[in-house]
């Protein structure tokens, strides 16, 4: 078991990523999930990924999940009109390339419940096609097999709304929503950030 520490969107700030994970990597029990969306808006998009580059020498201790942002260089249509340095857009498609950016994670928490997190989330038309599977870790491991007509889909786990897509698919199923976090700190970053933390938790994927 391990502290799980969760981060959202980035959007290029890096000094805020920092000071929000800087517990955590003092600990060496600690495991940091970052939901993807380390890039644009922010003022230091090319910081943030070199931060990331050296976490991801450990990647027991940090996962890096994809965002919608980071697909406009792995295949998807760019859509932010400030691009990366041709560098920095090299890096993530080597991180695609050898898996070290993933769809989705699956975390037990020290109760017992299993999360699924992704950037987007998971609606529930995303999970019946992946044959509706019934724990978190499988959900996981099958988006990680990065299944196109899902992956890349506007309602899909990197780029549906959380309302109406997300929560109004998942309440008329009557099924509990899968997990996601997105502080919403837009183009400066909120003045501090707080990742959320489960203690003595266990990354199933």
């Not at 000094?15 to 994970?21: E, G």
């Not at 580059?53 to 980071?70: F, S, T, Y």
């Not at 899909?156 to 997990?179: K, R, T």
């Not at 997105?182 to 489960?198: K, M, T």
Request: glycine share 8%; with cysteine.
């Amino acid at each position: 078991m391990a502290k799980v520490v969760i981060i959202g969107d980035v959007g290029g700030c890096a000094d805020q990523l920092s000071q929000a994970v800087a517990s955590a990597q003092t600990d060496p029990d600690a495991v940091v999930i970052q939901v993807g969306d380390l890039i644009d808006r922010g003022p230091d998009s090319p910081g943030v990924l070199a931060f990331v580059r050296r976490r991801l020498e450990d990647p027991r201790r940090w996962i890096q999940l994809v965002g919608n942002h980071e697909s406009q260089y792995l295949g998807a249509e760019m859509f932010w009109p400030q691009r990366l340095p041709d560098e920095d857009a090299a890096l993530l498609k080597s991180w695609w390339l050898r898996d070290r950016l993933r769809v989705a994670a699956a975390v037990r928490t020290a109760d017992g419940e299993e999360l699924l997190v992704t950037h987007a989330g998971l609606t529930v038309d995303a999970w019946r096609k992946l044959g509706e599977p019934v724990t978190a870790a499988t959900t996981a491991d099958l988006l990680n097999t990065r299944p196109e007509d899902i992956l890349w889909h506007e309602r899909g786990p990197l780029w549906a709304e959380a309302d109406p897509d997300l929560y109004d698919s998942w309440l008329h199923a009557a099924e509990p929503p899968p997990f996601g976090v997105d502080p919403q700190h837009g183009r400066d970053g909120a003045p501090q950030w707080s990742p959320l933390v489960f203690d003595d938790a266990t990354v199933l994927t």
